[in-house]
């Protein structure tokens, strides 16, 4: 069972806009500023995709944004595209006891 | 660029030890933190350990504290992990990553290599 809690799947057709949220508790997304995002196609490595909650790295796509209220952080795509098929994770840092923490995925599907 | 190339992954019996290296080449490898996350077969990701630039700090999940031992040699930009009485649960594509630290505070894993599987399996 992963620390964070997330839908195991969502789906939208191409131009549309999805969201996927990411629920953990006061002692990771809560106390600290500190979600990243994750897409993962198959047999691929992870790619850093937001940071500190809603900050895009150099070369991330401006239809990737992020979101946090309280112990809840969300990902939104706008504009789907066919490429944006995978699978996202949420990842909050939990202290320096528990480390970093991963929600469980949730493969998106552009239909 | 920056490249993170994993090795040492196989097949070990349960009880067994294994260790992981990670080549990274592109940056300066001394001055970031680094971890290994693993992913379970149909998994999702799970942080396993991570350590400081100069090796002075370590850190574990509880899964896998007292049974595995991260480490590196900033002389052979080099990363390591020791695995230890592997476990079936064990079993996972294991990737390094690279800590994205800004104003000194890790905000992620923002390069990661391609992992190296490792099944453990009598």
């Known amino acids: 069972q992963s620390a964070l809690t997330q839908p195991a799947s969502v789906s939208g057709s191409p131009g549309q806009s999805i969201t996927i949220s990411c629920t953990g508790t006061s002692s990771d997304v809560g106390s600290y500023n500190l979600v990243s995002w994750y897409q993962q196609h198959p047999g691929k490595a992870p790619k850093f995709m937001i940071y500190?909650?809603?900050k895009r790295p150099s070369g991330v796509s401006n239809r990737f944004s992020g979101s946090k209220s309280g112990n809840t952080a969300s990902l939104t795509i706008s504009g789907l595209q066919a490429e944006d098929e995978a699978d996202y994770y949420c990842c909050s840092y939990a202290g320096s006891t528990k480390g970093w923490v991963f929600g469980g995925g949730t493969k998106l599907t552009v239909l | 660029e920056v490249q993170l190339l994993e090795s040492g992954g196989g097949l070990v019996q349960p009880g067994g030890s294994l260790r992981l290296s990670c080549a990274a080449s592109?940056?300066?490898?001394?001055?970031?933190?680094m971890s290994w996350v693993r992913q379970a077969p149909g998994e999702g990701l799970e942080w396993v350990s991570a350590i400081s630039g100069s090796g002075g700090n370590t850190y574990y999940a509880d899964s896998v504290k007292g049974r595995f031992t991260i480490s590196r040699d900033n002389s052979k930009n080099t990363l390591y992990l020791q695995m230890n009485s592997l476990r079936a649960e064990d079993t996972a594509v294991y990737y390094c990553?690279?800590?994205?630290?800004?104003?000194?505070?890790?905000?992620?894993?923002?390069?990661w290599g391609q992992g190296t599987l490792v099944t453990v399996s009598s």
């Open positions: 592109g940056f300066t490898f001394g001055s970031y933190a």
């Open positions: 990553a690279r800590e994205c630290r800004l104003a000194s505070t890790t905000v992620g894993f923002d390069y």
């Open positions: 500190e909650g809603s």
